[in-house]
């Protein structure tokens, strides 16, 4: 048996995926008639979304077909701290729940593109508004649907053997487009929520079987100290970096800036994307603050365990897949070992752990992970290209377009078609999986101060916006494309991804500074009146004295983001150590996450007391 | 504004649904594994079938 030993699926499993597909379709497609009312309906659910279905359809978005590879993989390669590249996501996505989920909903826009013409206005504004429709919706969205695609195509390979990917793919992606272009965010919402329990079932049980494989958690610990010695153990078991290296040094710029700085896809600072969809689609403010916070427990602390546990299982049943990620190409060739590279193998490699019946679930929980990404980019980039750039076109034109809802429903149907095509042709271009992130990451680093601050400090314009991006952009140039990240490195010591971001965000925040000192602020009618409607907290000197309207207490929110921010890392903490059988950190950080809640619940006490004297 | 049947029901449905292959699979199961792990599939969707059949909005 090798790395590339391929599981084969029973008669038993295949009906089970052709089943799934049938559910899945059909539960899609009952929402069409109720999408194709109008456009309020078809990307907002009619604002009508539960707390738990908008949260379960944020996350079950959040992880694509191959996340459960890619956390087993870190786990493989560099023990379970190497998912802090992904955790210091955190400290972003527990401000937005406690500082800006309320003002999102308060806003009642139906995208966040259409933020910027309630808070800023002039030329500029629209001119921002319309290129963000066709950056978020045209550039980004395919690329995130290029980047999830050619993604499956690895896993349809590895997963489905004798299948065609090509055709396979191709099916599939139709398949999804027919009813994710019918029936609109409902039936998007609807699907993922099937999908999440499927996906998170399937990893739970094969966590479950892994371990029961391995002999029980405590031989799985100790067999791991066999298989890489103590030390190796240590580095594979702390939840902390073990050792002051180049990765350490890169997981503290990560903490300390890359939450805030960067606009990753689905922990946009302040907000953004699916996120902001799901919460203008809350029934209430209290749903969609509700569900956000659902959102960031089930991805941190319920989602990654299975997998991560998985990892460790895959470790010690097949060791080669550790000593492979120990060694370079040539050290691997050497050895023997390129069948067990990339580390990403091993997560399928246990699929042979599976029975008849689950394997064909867990096998459709990918096909599950990949369309629940795929029907959001869809819905999300159809919602840009209408609400943000055809309908206000029609507007200025005095287009009648504006007074026929079934007419803007066809062409947000068009748009989803537009999209996916768009996407299926970058798929197609991108040369690696990974390119299309680095680029998002990297061209936005250092505009998500801006999104930040444009909802607590007045003076924030959309030329601040403006030129926060084209800071970004001319400063990920000289940074990446000629290379100075590697002079910096050299002269810092440090790591260079990690240097080169610290270099744009610096270069990114000081033209947004300038350009937002030295340019008009937005003028009075249009803060007053986002003031007015939103009532944000923070530093709007002039504005808050004109108006009558009692603000948010971002000092309160403030500690409600601390409070929470304590309360999920010290559940994933404690939960994972608890498993793992480290008993003493395990209940102490479940006592710090038990503290925390306590804490929580006051200032939500005082939250209500101050609304009530409103 | 229109009235609109439960928005939860079709999803209740889609679990019921898909807790159909999972509970024949327990019997095909040719593994004690492959009876609870499947048993423990099929209960769960079941579980969340009837938690959404009986939401109202």
Same mark, same amino acid.
């Given at each position: 048996?090798?790395?590339?030993?391929?599981?084969?699926l029973s008669g038993?499993?295949w009906?089970?995926?052709?089943w799934?597909?049938?559910v899945?379709?059909?539960v899609?497609?009952?929402?069409?008639?109720r999408?194709?009312?109008?456009?309020?309906e078809y990307?907002?659910?009619?604002r009508?979304?539960?707390?738990?279905?908008l949260?379960?359809?944020i996350?079950?978005?959040?992880f694509?077909?191959d996340?459960p590879?890619?956390?087993?993989g870190?786990?493989?390669?560099?023990g379970?701290?190497?998912n802090?590249i992904?955790?210091?996501?955190?400290?972003?996505?527990?401000?937005?729940?406690?500082?800006?989920?309320?003002?999102?909903?308060?806003?009642?826009?139906v995208?966040e593109?259409?933020?910027?013409?309630?808070r800023?206005?002039g030329?500029?504004?629209?001119?921002?508004?319309?290129?963000?429709a066709?950056f978020?919706?045209?550039?980004?969205?395919s690329?995130?649907?290029g980047?999830?695609?050619r993604?499956?195509?690895?896993?349809?390979e590895?997963v489905?053997?004798?299948?065609?990917?090509g055709?396979?793919?191709?099916?599939l992606?139709?398949?999804?487009?027919?009813?994710?272009a019918?029936s609109?965010l409902w039936?998007?919402?609807?699907t993922?929520v099937?999908?999440f329990?499927m996906?998170?079932?399937?990893?739970v049980?094969?966590a479950a079987?892994?371990v029961?494989?391995?002999?029980?958690l405590?031989a799985l610990?100790?067999?791991l100290?066999?298989?890489?010695g103590p030390?190796?153990q240590?580095?594979?078991?702390?939840?902390?970096?073990?050792s002051w290296?180049?990765f350490t040094?890169g997981?503290?710029?990560?903490?300390?800036v890359?939450?805030?700085?960067?606009y990753?896809?689905?922990?946009?600072?302040g907000?953004?994307g699916?996120?902001?969809q799901?919460?203008?689609?809350?029934?209430?403010e209290q749903?969609?603050?509700?569900?956000?916070l659902?959102?960031v427990?089930?991805h941190?602390?319920l989602?990654p365990?299975?997998?991560?546990?998985?990892g460790?299982?895959?470790?010690?049943?097949?060791?080669?897949?550790?000593?492979?990620?120990?060694l370079?190409?040539?050290g691997?060739?050497?050895?023997?070992?390129?069948?067990?590279?990339?580390?990403?193998?091993a997560?399928?490699?246990?699929?042979?752990?599976l029975?008849?019946?689950? =394997? /064909?679930?867990?096998? #459709?929980?990918?096909l599950?992970a990949?369309?629940?990404?795929i $029907?959001?980019?869809?819905? !999300?980039? &159809?919602?840009?290209l209408?609400?943000?750039?055809?309908?206000?076109?029609?507007?200025?034109?005095?287009?009648?377009?504006?007074?026929?809802?079934?007419?803007?429903?066809r062409?947000?149907?068009?748009?989803?078609?537009?999209v996916?095509?768009l996407?299926a042709?970058?798929?197609w271009?991108?040369?690696?999986?990974g390119?299309?992130?680095?680029?998002?990451?990297?061209?936005?680093a250092?505009s998500?101060?801006?999104?930040i601050?444009?909802?607590v400090?007045?003076?924030?314009?959309a030329?601040?916006?403006?030129?926060?991006?084209?800071?970004?952009?001319?400063a990920?140039?000289?940074?990446?494309?000629?290379?100075y990240?590697?002079?910096?490195a050299?002269w810092?010591?440090?790591?260079?991804?990690?240097?080169?971001l610290?270099?744009?965000? =610096? /270069?990114?925040?000081l #033209?947004w500074?300038?350009a937002?000192l030295?340019t008009?602020? $937005?003028?009075?009618?249009? !803060?007053? &009146?986002f003031?007015?409607?939103?009532r944000?907290g923070g530093?709007?000197?002039?504005v808050?004295q004109?108006?009558?309207?009692r603000?948010e207490?971002?000092?309160?929110?403030?500690?409600?983001?601390?409070?929470?921010?304590?309360?999920?890392?010290?559940?994933?903490?404690g939960?994972?150590s608890l498993l793992?059988?480290?008993?003493?950190?395990?209940m102490a950080?479940?006592?710090v996450?038990?503290?925390?809640?306590c804490?929580l619940?006051?200032?939500?006490a005082?939250?209500?007391?101050?609304?009530?004297a409103? | 504004?229109?009235?609109?049947p439960?928005?939860?029901?079709?999803?209740?449905v889609?679990?019921y649904?898909?807790?159909?292959?999972l509970?024949?699979a327990?019997?095909l199961?040719?593994?004690?594994?492959?009876?609870?792990?499947?048993g423990?599939?099929?209960?769960?969707?079941?579980?969340?079938?009837r938690?959404l059949?009986g939401g109202?909005?």
């Open positions: 048996m090798n790395g590339t030993d391929a599981v084969t038993w499993d009906a089970f995926l052709l799934f597909l049938a899945t379709t059909g899609g497609l009952y929402y069409a008639k999408a194709g009312s109008n456009l309020q990307f907002l659910s009619g009508s979304l539960p707390w738990w279905a949260g379960t359809s996350v079950a978005t959040t694509a077909a996340t590879l890619v956390v087993a870190f786990v493989i390669s560099g379970i701290a190497k802090w992904w955790w210091n996501f955190l400290f972003g996505a527990t401000l937005t729940v406690f500082l800006f989920s309320k003002l999102w909903r308060r806003a009642a826009v995208t593109i259409e933020l910027i013409d309630l800023y206005d030329a500029s504004a629209r001119a921002l508004r319309a290129f963000k066709v978020l919706g045209l550039v980004v969205n690329i995130i649907f980047f999830v695609t993604a499956m195509l690895s896993i349809v590895v489905f053997p004798g299948l065609d990917p055709i396979a793919l191709g099916g992606l139709a398949l999804t487009l027919f009813y994710t019918l609109g039936g998007v919402v609807a993922d099937l999908q329990v996906a998170v079932l399937g990893a049980l094969l079987l892994a029961s494989e391995v002999g029980g405590g610990v100790d067999k100290g066999a298989v890489a030390e190796g240590e580095r594979l078991l702390s939840i902390v970096p073990t290296d180049a040094a997981v503290v710029i990560l903490v300390l890359n939450w805030w700085a960067v990753y896809p689905g922990a946009e600072p907000g953004g699916y996120v902001v799901r919460m203008s689609a809350a029934l209430d749903h969609a603050r509700a569900g956000n659902w959102f427990f089930a941190y602390v989602r365990w299975p997998w991560v546990i998985v460790l299982c895959a470790i010690v049943l097949e060791p080669r897949f550790f000593e492979a990620a120990q370079d190409e040539a691997r060739e050497a050895a023997g070992l390129t069948e067990f590279h990339p580390p990403e193998k997560y399928p490699w246990m699929f042979r752990l029975p008849v019946g689950l =394997l /064909g679930l867990v096998a #459709a929980s990918f599950a990949f369309m629940s990404t $029907t959001t980019t869809l819905n !999300l980039s &159809a919602s840009y209408v609400n943000d750039l055809y309908l206000p076109f029609a507007a200025r034109r005095g287009s009648s377009a504006l007074q026929d809802e079934k007419q803007q429903v062409v947000a149907r068009g748009a989803v078609v537009l996916s095509v996407g042709v970058v798929s271009i991108l040369v690696s999986a390119d299309g992130w680095v680029f998002i990451m990297d061209l936005t250092g998500g101060l801006v999104l601050l444009r909802w400090w007045w003076r924030i314009s030329v601040s916006e403006i030129a926060a991006m084209l800071g970004s952009a001319v990920f140039f000289f940074v990446r494309m000629e290379g990240d590697a002079v910096l050299e810092t010591g440090g790591p260079k991804d990690q240097v080169g610290l270099a744009i965000v =610096l /270069g990114s925040t #033209a500074v300038v937002t030295v008009r602020p $937005t003028g009075d009618s249009t !803060l007053d &009146a003031f007015a409607r939103v944000p530093f709007w000197g002039p808050a004109r108006s009558a309207v603000a207490s971002l000092g309160r929110d403030l500690r409600m983001w601390v409070a929470s921010t304590v309360l999920v890392f010290g559940a994933l903490f939960l994972g793992l059988l480290d008993t003493a950190v395990g950080c479940i006592a996450a038990l503290g925390a809640g804490w619940r006051q200032l939500f005082a939250e209500r007391e101050a609304e009530a409103r | 504004m229109q009235a609109h439960s928005p939860y029901l079709p999803i209740a889609g679990f649904l898909l807790a159909v292959p509970v024949i327990i019997f199961a040719d593994s004690a594994a492959g009876g609870w792990t499947n423990i599939a099929a209960a769960v969707m079941l579980v969340c079938g938690l059949q109202r909005r």
